[in-house]
């Protein structure tokens, strides 16, 4: 059985010495002291390493049962599930007006990154659950948020979001499950939603689900679209459960993975909902929520690849197997491990190099957040949106693609499912998918994020590379491994905005063709920018005398990894983007 | 359930077009005119899609299960084994003598794709058997080939391949599996193996064992290694079925996919074993088998990505979502059907073009093995043997990464097991790894094959590229397109194996630290070389008026896709290349 343990300094570094989030100018950053966020992660990480870890393989070999419309989830499960509530941990960033701890969304991230990556499918029902929390918290009148709030911080209810149905999916105009309106005020919801994560299961005593539906005779498509509670018991007016509503699961997926997590067709049958927010404004919401919910997705993304990585760490010390090409390391024993060959060298460092440049980036976007939130911030608003798509689809492909890689370090072995780097790697791909494909990313990244607001966001992106690169040019130990290959890299990226800029309205294919080469182009400046960040903090922590050097000097190696050997990558993303939508589009369908 | 067609023409395009088997000088070729070719692929082809795909689900769902010793293979896997056999496809290039067919393995591989694609888990208990026959035909004596090819010939009885053990697979010096001789000439062989595919199963009266052990008293490590037949039931000297041998299998692995075949730990208990040709030459026989086998596993990845693919193209054509930028193409429906859409093109278009290029690349090296075996050609031999760990590692590393692709265009869909995108790549994903893990067909690549006999391969290698690119440079049609972008990615090639040569012996880290990328980057350059032979193919036959034009503008096309969009991607792995082995082996093993 694979084992975890949670990366607290690392994420520690991130906070303190790369973000100094005590000293940033957000309301509650303050509160963010080395003491206190050290003594959140370490509970944090034990609760993951003790408690969730030990469920993932539980979880994905049992899965979850739907008996006589009862969604049983796998053995552990529900006990886990009370700790977690019992922990607070499903109530950091919450209002505490409504039993929440009030903390920035930056350590509710941090604390959630060990969870994730100890049980992916089990922290899904808490996620969801807080996507349920910040949907009605942001949308919902007074009375919705007395009434389903504080239980929703809680989990003592957990929360769904119902978007996808048979036939459509990212283009939700299509929708037709419909609300008709009732003399009381409230809607009858009729329908069926598929893809609804966590949408039954036998862990909570409520079940709240955000459900959108077509009012009818409002306007056509997307534009007709509007949001609704519709909680599974009805909530009686003194807050104890009423009758049981009228939405049923009508069956389990068999999944991939994540089979720890119900994933249910619901059933919805003149269901009572209560509208949030205003008529026809249902994707207003949807949208609010959008940011922090694929923000989530790529943590995801490289959670999994961390605890595939430290796995594959593990097995690479430990396998003997061959000798070291310059000489024998360990002539004492058979063989020597097969850490020593270059090319399971060069894997590993992938790996790590990914997935330490993943957290900072992640971390960054989560203080983005707290900002756009907290400061009423237009400019890291339109930055966080600029950037979210790259976090959600970059970091899932690459999640993805290292926990890959880290079954390879395995061999025959990785194949095997109870070693449990097949579980990574099943689990990790869903990512890719799910809060928008990855290709509707790099869509919003080309086709909507890159033109807001007349392309300001992306220009104070390239402005603040700049300046970064300006700023420390005269720093020797930065320049040739850091600053050199970040300014190539955003060069590259630059060319690309500018080749999209000049095809624009007369040729959209031409963008759009490129558009994923994009994202990943992007994500590769993103992490370049973060690790001449992070070399650069380590480099002043070790001028003032921190005592951990090999810590932070293994962070500046594993830098000059990324920047020399991941990097690279954007000439070649650029090369292909160049080449237009000419060879994309050159097929008639008919002769694929 | 995912669908499958043979894709018959295109198979036919690669032996008759570009190959032009027909007229070539190997013994045996002129046999294989158009209509005798197309006979024997329609027949293959109906075989696929009629009998072994609808049982690739069933496999998959199934699985294989140890019963007091006896393993079941699922449903219908017996019945659809006999038809394989009664269609002869077990038999088609093998020797006459012993009751095969005769023909080339260019043809055996031709028709062997398609049953791959359909069923790969159920083709491999042929293709084991296959390799079984060639071990036994290449280095047994007469007798036993006698007694074991003509069974093994028809798959009335089936073979494996016994060489890993729990503590060794790539290192088999580590062995620990004995053999003791005995005064009848015989050896008692007492071990475990491990991962040995279609060890045990109901669908054959007997299996024969071919396992590697060690005879006490024998030299160390590798060279002490000896070949031995091994069979369930001992065979009589009249050729009937004898005694139960003392091999049983201990357990059935739960593995990631593959499901339908059978992944066996072997125990041994002094069974008795006959040696295949002489004392500790045992991995001789093994090297003899390998280019067939490992490009075989190239075939794996290459034939499930056009599975996914096919599915993948059938979905993009029917589900209807969102509207053509550029004004909707159906305008009476819905929505558009996805396959408008620019990115869904991108995606199509990768797996497209890589499944025929790799198509092209594998049916050309089968005709170098032939060449080589049939010729006693020592150029084509070591041509194959320096191709051979790129097709089997460039092919499967893309031909998974084109299965995750297809899955990605069915969005929430291709993660639910009904719809089968899952299993495609979770099949591929084990021809990564067995019959030598991709790291170390890149090891084999960069550390033994290119300084073969002196470098001659590798030199004949770039001197078919550059007679190439000479004698077509005034084709116009073919220079910008194709001709100038195989120069450049054949340019970098040559400077990364320069690098090589001159790192060599003083800094070989240097050199294995970029052996994964030189493996792709040879990879890409392959598959270019064989888009432009195809491309000048293609036109040729539309010059020489060719009623099919679509198919071969189509050809020319896609082509055209995989020369501006894919082979640009070799620039990145020279760079990564050139920074040697600095940033990879900085960190201490301690460190990371």
Same mark, same amino acid.
């Given at each position: 059985?694979?084992?975890?343990? $949670?990366?607290?300094?690392?994420?520690?570094?991130?906070?303190?010495?790369?973000?100094?989030? !005590?000293?940033?100018?957000?309301?509650?950053?303050?509160?963010?002291?080395?003491?206190?966020?050290?003594?959140?992660?370490? !509970?944090?990480?034990?609760?993951?390493?003790?408690?969730?870890?030990?469920?993932?393989?539980?979880?994905?070999?049992?899965?979850?049962?739907?008996?006589?419309?009862?969604?049983?989830?796998?053995?552990?499960?529900?006990?886990?599930?009370?700790?977690?509530?019992?922990?607070?941990?499903? =109530?950091?960033?919450?209002?505490?007006?409504?039993?929440?701890?009030?903390?920035?969304?930056?350590?509710?991230?941090?604390?959630?990154?060990?969870?994730?990556?100890?049980?992916?499918?089990?922290?899904?029902?808490?996620?969801?659950?807080?996507?349920?929390?910040?949907?009605?918290?942001?949308?919902?009148?007074?009375?919705?948020?007395?009434?389903?709030?504080?239980?929703?911080?809680?989990?003592? *209810?957990?929360?769904?979001?119902?978007?996808?149905?048979?036939?459509?999916?990212?283009?939700?105009?299509?929708?037709?499950?419909?609300?008709?309106?009732?003399?009381?005020?409230?809607?009858?919801?009729?329908?069926?939603?598929?893809?609804?994560?966590?949408?039954?299961?036998?862990?909570?005593?409520?079940?709240?689900?955000?459900?959108?539906?077509?009012?009818?005779?409002?306007?056509?498509?997307?534009?007709?679209?509007?949001?609704?509670?519709?909680?599974?018991?009805?909530?009686?007016?003194?807050?104890?459960?009423?009758?049981?509503?009228?939405?049923?699961?009508?069956?389990?997926?068999?999944?991939?993975?994540?089979?720890?997590?119900?994933?249910?067709?619901?059933?919805?049958?003149?269901?009572?909902?209560?509208?949030?927010?205003?008529?026809?404004?249902?994707?207003? =919401?949807? +949208?609010?929520?959008?940011?922090? &919910?694929?923000?989530?997705?790529?943590?995801?993304?490289?959670?999994?690849?961390?605890?595939?990585?430290?796995?594959?760490?593990?097995?690479?010390?430990?396998?003997? #197997?061959?000798?070291?090409?310059?000489?024998?390391?360990?002539?004492?024993?058979?063989?020597?491990?097969?850490?020593?060959?270059?090319?399971?060298?060069?894997?590993?460092?992938?790996?790590?190099?990914?997935?330490?440049? &993943?957290?900072? +980036?992640?971390?960054?976007?989560?203080?983005?957040?707290?900002?756009?939130?907290?400061?009423?911030?237009? &400019? =890291?608003?339109?930055?966080?949106?600029?950037?979210?798509?790259?976090?959600?689809?970059?970091?899932?492909?690459?999640?993805?693609?290292?926990?890959?890689?880290?079954? #390879?370090?395995?061999?025959?072995?990785?194949?095997?499912?109870?070693?449990?780097?097949?579980?990574?790697?099943?689990?990790?791909?869903?990512?890719?998918?799910?809060?928008?494909?990855?290709?509707?990313? =790099?869509?919003?990244?080309?086709?909507?994020?890159?033109?807001?607001?007349?392309?300001?966001?992306?220009?104070?992106?390239?402005?603040?590379?700049?300046?970064?690169?300006?700023?420390?040019?005269?720093?020797?130990?930065?320049?040739?491994?850091?600053?050199?290959?970040?300014?190539?890299?955003?060069?590259?990226? #630059?060319?690309?905005?500018?080749?999209?800029?000049?095809?624009?309205?007369?040729?959209?294919?031409?963008?759009?063709?490129?558009?994923?080469?994009?994202?990943?182009?992007?994500?590769?400046?993103?992490?370049?920018?973060? *690790?001449?960040?992070?070399?650069?903090?380590?480099?002043? $922590?070790?001028?003032?005398?921190?005592?951990?050097? &090999?810590?932070?000097?293994?962070?500046?190696?594993?830098?000059?990894?990324?920047?020399?050997?991941?990097?690279?990558?954007? $000439?070649?993303?650029?090369?292909?983007?160049?080449?237009?939508?000419?060879?994309?589009?050159?097929?008639?369908?008919?002769?694929?």
């Amino acid at each position: 059985m694979p084992s975890f343990t $949670a990366p607290t300094k690392d994420l520690l570094f991130v906070l303190h010495d790369l973000l100094k989030v !005590e000293t940033q100018d957000i309301p509650g950053f303050a509160e963010l002291d080395r003491d206190f966020t050290s003594a959140v992660l370490e !509970e944090a990480g034990k609760m993951a390493a003790d408690v969730l870890a030990p469920l993932n393989t539980v979880g994905d070999v049992e899965g979850c049962r739907l008996e006589n419309g009862i969604v049983r989830t796998p053995t552990g499960f529900k006990e886990a599930f009370a700790q977690m509530r019992e922990g607070g941990w499903t =109530a950091i960033d919450c209002d505490p007006d409504y039993g929440g701890q009030g903390l920035p969304y930056v350590m509710h991230t941090a604390a959630q990154e060990p969870m994730v990556s100890a049980n992916m499918a089990f922290n899904m029902y808490q996620g969801l659950t807080h996507g349920a929390y910040s949907a009605i918290y942001f949308h919902g009148s007074d009375d919705q948020k007395r009434t389903y709030l504080p239980k929703l911080v809680s989990c003592e *209810w957990t929360g769904t979001m119902n978007l996808t149905e048979p036939h459509c999916g990212t283009d939700l105009g299509l929708m037709r499950t419909k609300a008709v309106p009732q003399d009381d005020g409230t809607y009858k919801v009729s329908g069926q939603k598929i893809f609804i994560s966590a949408g039954e299961h036998d862990m909570a005593e409520n079940i709240i689900h955000l459900v959108l539906a077509k009012i009818p005779g409002g306007p056509e498509g997307i534009k007709g679209v509007s949001l609704f509670i519709v909680p599974k018991f009805l909530v009686n007016a003194d807050g104890s459960l009423g009758a049981r509503n009228g939405v049923s699961c009508g069956k389990v997926e068999e999944k991939m993975g994540i089979h720890g997590n119900a994933t249910c067709v619901m059933n919805y049958d003149e269901a009572t909902g209560y509208l949030v927010g205003e008529e026809h404004k249902g994707m207003r =919401a949807m +949208f609010t929520m959008m940011n922090e &919910a694929r923000l989530g997705v790529g943590l995801q993304g490289y959670a999994q690849a961390e605890a595939a990585y430290q796995n594959a760490l593990t097995y690479a010390k430990d396998r003997l #197997q061959g000798r070291d090409v310059t000489g024998a390391k360990y002539p004492e024993k058979a063989a020597d491990p097969i850490i020593v060959h270059p090319d399971i060298r060069r894997n590993l460092m992938d790996q790590k190099s990914f997935v330490e440049g &993943a957290r900072a +980036f992640t971390l960054w976007g989560a203080s983005l957040i707290d900002r756009a939130h907290k400061c009423d911030d237009a &400019a =890291a608003d339109g930055l966080i949106s600029l950037l979210t798509p790259v976090i959600k689809g970059f970091l899932t492909d690459k999640g993805f693609e290292m926990t890959v890689a880290a079954q #390879q370090v395995y061999g025959g072995h990785g194949y095997i499912e109870e070693w449990g780097m097949s579980q990574f790697a099943r689990d990790a791909r869903i990512a890719m998918i799910y809060e928008g494909a990855n290709g509707i990313q =790099a869509l919003d990244l080309v086709g909507r994020k890159l033109a807001l607001d007349g392309g300001k966001h992306v220009m104070a992106f390239f402005d603040m590379v700049k300046t970064f690169i300006k700023e420390n040019e005269d720093n020797a130990a930065l320049k040739a491994d850091f600053l050199d290959p970040l300014k190539a890299a955003s060069k590259d990226l #630059q060319a690309a905005g500018m080749f999209f800029m000049q095809s624009g309205m007369k040729a959209p294919n031409d963008a759009l063709a490129g558009s994923y080469d994009f994202m990943h182009m992007m994500g590769h400046v993103c992490l370049g920018l973060m *690790w001449a960040r992070m070399a650069r903090a380590a480099m002043e $922590a070790l001028e003032n005398g921190a005592t951990d050097t &090999a810590f932070y000097e293994t962070k500046i190696a594993t830098g000059r990894y990324y920047m020399a050997r991941q990097l690279p990558a954007t $000439a070649m993303h650029l090369a292909r983007i160049m080449t237009g939508a000419n060879t994309v589009m050159a097929l008639e369908a008919a002769n694929f």
